[in-house]
């Protein structure tokens, strides 16, 4: 158990000494996008599915957020930068914002 806490501390200081500000950011906006798809699948595990549609779509939203906000981390991500020559921080908040407002303008659709 010790070698865990150890490990996790360790974690800890350097992520708090390395990491960026701007990636410090999505994270807690991927902690925040996680913990929302979580209470939406209790909420439908304890009041059951009978709005099924929107269900559905607050959840597809949900994941798909997130799966976004992975993407832009991965682009921001100094350490990628070699990977993505062609693709400037600003130009990877471009894509996320404008397949953000696309994915939820589809999932506002599905509503009905």
Request: glycine share 4%; net charge positive.
């Amino acid at each position: 158990m010790s070698s865990l806490s150890s490990a996790t501390q360790k974690f800890l200081t350097t992520y708090k000494k390395d990491t960026p500000l701007s990636l410090k950011l999505i994270d807690v906006y991927l902690v925040y996008i996680m913990a929302t798809g979580i209470a939406q699948f209790i909420y439908m595990l304890l009041a059951g599915t009978f709005p099924y549609n929107s269900f559905l779509a607050g959840f597809i939203s949900t994941v798909g957020s997130f799966v976004l906000a992975v993407n832009l981390r991965i682009q921001t991500n100094a350490q990628n930068k070699d990977q993505f020559t062609t693709v400037s921080p600003e130009r990877a908040f471009a894509d996320f914002a404008f397949c953000s407002l696309l994915l939820h303008f589809f999932c506002v659709n599905y509503l009905g």
